[in-house]
């Protein structure tokens, strides 16, 4: 293989990482956008009753406190479960 063929092969590889480092960021930033809505709609029914759909099933309970990554529930038991904002699929209140 002649060295110019290197250089062009090497090139093409160039452009094809800088396609998937776009990709990437898009991706980055339009997950970073859901995190922040679905924050925003659970401040919004703070110390309510809710439902929370997960992977795993429903949840149910008061919801006490939203964080960064995740919120906390307390059960009609008393018991409290944490819920990792990225596992909610739907808000059911």
């Given at each position: 293989?002649?060295?110019?063929?290197?250089?062009w092969i090497l090139?093409?590889?160039?452009i094809?990482?800088?396609?998937l480092m776009?990709?990437?960021?898009?991706?980055?930033?339009r997950?970073?956008?859901?995190?922040?809505?679905?924050?925003r709609?659970l401040r919004?029914?703070?110390?309510?009753?809710v439902n929370?759909?997960?992977?795993a099933?429903?949840?149910?309970g008061?919801?006490?406190?939203?964080?960064?990554?995740g919120?906390q529930?307390e059960e009609?038991?008393?018991?409290?479960?944490?819920?990792?904002?990225?596992s909610?699929?739907?808000?059911?209140?």
């Amino acid at each position: 293989m002649s060295i110019m063929a290197s250089i062009w092969i090497l090139f093409l590889i160039q452009i094809i990482l800088m396609v998937l480092m776009i990709d990437l960021s898009n991706r980055v930033d339009r997950f970073s956008l859901r995190k922040r809505a679905l924050r925003r709609l659970l401040r919004s029914n703070l110390h309510t009753v809710v439902n929370i759909m997960t992977d795993a099933g429903v949840v149910t309970g008061v919801l006490q406190q939203v964080g960064y990554d995740g919120i906390q529930l307390e059960e009609s038991n008393g018991d409290l479960v944490m819920v990792p904002i990225l596992s909610i699929r739907a808000i059911l209140s």
